[in-house]
């Protein structure tokens, strides 16, 4: 496996997920290199247990390393000054989906947090919602999703560079959340389609 923070920061969130008994999405993971700019991207999607395909709430993560951030991870790694410290941009989309009528964002805010919990002493925060119909080729049948993201930013300081299981302590946290998150949106009152493959 290569030893560099960024694939420590992916396995520590991994791993805070996972523990967290949340589903991750089959073929939803990538891992992306900007080949112009050298910015590296993670993705990755997790469900509830057993909610079908597609599920009815879903979190969307992406971690995103850029290249000034690698090449101030290289200076520190050959001992040079540290000047600036790297950072992991997160973005964590919530989204609720297969819904048979349009969503009424108020209700869906009111079981939302206005920010994440700390991770080391930063929070993400919440943007504002986004609605989407889906209609079939011939207008007959349609379905409705919303979503809302989470943006924000993790600095890495020397230790944590020095030492990749800080990670685990710093990214514990987020599992949980997205878990009770999911949980909190999956209860609200709403009529859903079926999962794709009990379809008709």
């Given at each position: 496996?290569?030893?560099?923070?960024?694939?420590?920061?992916?396995g520590?969130?991994?791993d805070?997920?996972?523990?967290?008994?949340?589903?991750?999405?089959?073929?939803e993971?990538?891992l992306?290199?900007?080949?112009?700019?050298?910015?590296?991207?993670?993705?990755?999607?997790?469900?509830?247990?057993?909610e079908?395909?597609?599920?009815?709430?879903?979190?969307?993560?992406t971690?995103?390393?850029p290249?000034?951030?690698?090449?101030?991870?290289?200076?520190?790694?050959?001992?040079?000054?540290?000047?600036?410290?790297?950072?992991?941009?997160?973005?964590?989309?919530?989204?609720?989906?297969?819904?048979?009528?349009?969503?009424?964002?108020?209700?869906?805010?009111?079981?939302?947090?206005?920010?994440?919990?700390?991770?080391?002493?930063?929070?993400?925060?919440?943007?504002?919602?986004?609605?989407?119909?889906?209609?079939?080729?011939?207008?007959?049948?349609?379905?409705?999703?919303?979503?809302?993201?989470?943006?924000?930013?993790?600095?890495?300081?020397?230790?944590?560079?020095?030492?990749?299981?800080?990670?685990d302590?710093?990214?514990?946290?987020?599992?949980?959340?997205?878990?009770?998150?999911?949980?909190?949106?999956?209860?609200?009152?709403?009529?859903?389609?079926?999962?794709?493959?009990?379809?008709?």
């Amino acid at each position: 496996m290569l030893d560099h923070v960024f694939t420590d920061a992916i396995g520590a969130l991994r791993d805070a997920l996972e523990r967290a008994l949340l589903e991750r999405q089959a073929f939803e993971e990538r891992l992306q290199a900007d080949v112009l700019l050298g910015d590296l991207t993670w993705e990755t999607s997790y469900g509830l247990p057993g909610e079908g395909t597609p599920p009815r709430v879903r979190a969307d993560l992406t971690l995103e390393w850029p290249t000034w951030s690698q090449a101030a991870y290289r200076s520190w790694y050959i001992d040079e000054e540290l000047t600036e410290l790297p950072r992991i941009d997160i973005e964590v989309v919530l989204r609720v989906q297969r819904l048979a009528r349009p969503a009424e964002p108020s209700g869906f805010l009111a079981a939302l947090p206005i920010d994440s919990p700390e991770v080391s002493g930063e929070r993400l925060h919440r943007s504002g919602p986004t609605l989407e119909t889906v209609h079939s080729p011939d207008l007959t049948e349609s379905q409705h999703a919303f979503e809302v993201s989470y943006e924000g930013s993790y600095e890495l300081d020397e230790a944590a560079l020095a030492d990749g299981s800080i990670l685990d302590d710093h990214f514990g946290a987020i599992g949980g959340w997205i878990s009770a998150t999911l949980v909190k949106l999956g209860d609200l009152d709403l009529e859903y389609l079926p999962p794709a493959e009990v379809q008709d």
